[in-house]
C-alpha cells in the first residue's frame, strides 16, 4: 500500500523517483551569491589587464628613455671625436712640415694646448710611414705601420680609426688623421691619438642612475671597451642586437636582451658604436606592487562596496521575502520560527504602507486637479463678471477719454479670461497659447466690428503649449498691440487687416508677430500706458519685444522657456 506522501505525489502528477530526480531548486540567495562571485571575478579580471596594460606601457616609456639615454651618450663621445677632427684637419690646412721640423714641433705643442683632454698627443708623419715632430719627444723618427695612415693617404679624406692599443705606450686610443698635400701629390698625414681613458672620465659623470649599467665602446673589428671601467667582464653583444639596429623603426638604435640583460646600441661614427648595458628588470615598469596596488585598491573598494550593497539586499529584502515565501507554502500548522515570522509581517506591512501611500498620492493628485479646474473656472467667470459690469458702466459714461479706458480694461480682463478657460477644459498647468489667441482674436474682432470699426484679425497659428502664467502675459500684450492697431493704424485711409502669427522657436519657445497693413506709427510716437503695460509684461517673463520695419506697424516677441514645459509639470 503506498503511503500518504506517495498518494499525494501520485495525485500531483508526479512520482517519487520523479521527485527525487527533480534538480533542487536554486534560491534567490544563492543566486545573489553566484551574480556577487561573476561581478568580483569581472573586476578582478578587469583589475589584472590594467596592471599589465600598465606594466607594458611604463617599461616601453622606460625602454624609450633608456634608448634616448644612450643616444645622447653617442653624440657625447662622436663630438668629442668630431672636435679632435677639426683640429687635426685645421693643423693640415696650415702645413706644419712647410718650414721644417722644430716649426712643426712648435705647431703641434701650440696647438695641443688648446685642445681638449682627451688628445693625447699630435703627431705629423712624412713619406715613409716616419713621424717627423711631434708633441711626444721620444715619437720623433718612429716608423708607424697604423692602417689608419695607410686610410688618409689613399683616400686623402679625414679619418677616424678604430679601438687599438698605443705603439707609444698611451694605452687604449682611437686614431684621427688627416692627409698633407703639397701640389696636390701626398705630402703625410696629420694625426691625433684620442684617449679612451680621457673619454671615460668624460663620459662618467653624465651616466643615468641606473642600478647594473655598463657602458661599452665596440669598434667594427669587434673590440670593445668599457666606459664605466667596472673591471667586470665585458659581456659580448647577442647577434640580434645588431638585427634591431638596422631596423626602420629606430634608426642609428638597437635593443635587444639576452640571458636577463638588456642591451642598447647607439652609432657613434661609421666604425664606432656605443652599447649600453643593464639588467632587463630595470627597463621593466618597476615593483610589481608599486604597478598593481593602485588597480588592486581600487578593486578591493569596488568589491567591498558591492559586497555591502548585496549584504544589505540579502539581509533587508531577499530574507524577508523568502521567510514570507516559506509561510505562504508551509504546510498548515506548520509556523515559521519567531525571527522568520517577524521578518514575513515586516514585508508585509511594507507592502501594505506602499500601497496605501501610493492609493493616497494618486488621491491626492486627482483631487488638486479638481480643485485647480474649479478656481480656473470661478476666476473666468468673476473676470466675465466684472468686465460686465464695465460694460453697464460704460452707458453712464459721456467723457470719450473714461470709455476708452473702460472698454481697454474689459479687453485685458477678457484676455486672462480666455487663459483661464483652458485651463479649466484641459489638465495640468500648460495652456494652449494658439487655442488661447484664436478665441481672443475672435472676441476682439466682434468687439470691435459692433463698434464701427471694419478692420479684420487675422490669425495663423501654430500648435504650442506654454506655462498658465505665460499664456496669461502674452495675451495682455497681444490685447494691448491688437487694440492699439485698430484703434489707430486705419485713421483716415481704407479699412485693412491686423494678423496674429505663432510659430514655435527652439524646444518650447516661440516667435509671436503682431502687424498690420496699416499707415505704421512714427518712431518718435509718444508711449501711453498700452505700450508701458507691453514693456513691462514681456521683462516679466524673460522674453524679448522687437519692432520690425514696415509698411504698417509690426511688434515681434520672443521667448525662450528657461526650463523646458516638461520639467515644470
Known sequence: M????????????????????????????????????????????????????QAELLSARNEELAVAETRRMAERVGSALAQARQGVSVLAVADPLAEGPEACERQLNAAHLTMDAIVRHLFVVGPGHRIVCSTLLNATGFHTASSLIRTAELTGRPVTGLLSESELGLGRVIGVAHPLRNEGRPAGVVGAAVSVEELRNLIRPQLPAIPGLRVLLTDSNEARVSLTDDGEPIPPPPPTLTTSFITPERPDAGVATDRGTAFIQARVTDDLLLVATMPEQALRAGAPLEVALPPLLLALVLLGGMGALFWSVQRFVVAPLEAATRRLEAPDGAMPGPETEDAASDVADLIRRLGATRATRDEAILLRDMLLREAHHRIKNHLALVASFLRLQERQLSDHAALQALRAAQGRMMAIAKTYELLHDGPGNLVALDQTLERFARALAERDMTEGNAAQVQVDLKPLEVPADVAVKVALVVNELATNALKYAFIGRAPGEVRIVLRPEGEGGFTLKVSDNGSGLPNAHRRGLGMTVVDSLVRGIDARLDRLPGPGTSFLITWVPRTTPASET
Open 2 to 53: 503506498p503511503g500518504p506522501d506517495e498518494e499525494s505525489l501520485a495525485a500531483a502528477g508526479a512520482s517519487p523517483m520523479e521527485e527525487a530526480a527533480l534538480p533542487p531548486r536554486w534560491t534567490f540567495s544563492q543566486r545573489l551569491a553566484v551574480v556577487y562571485g561573476a561581478v568580483s571575478l569581472v573586476i578582478l579580471l578587469c583589475a589584472g589587464i590594467f596592471t599589465w596594460w
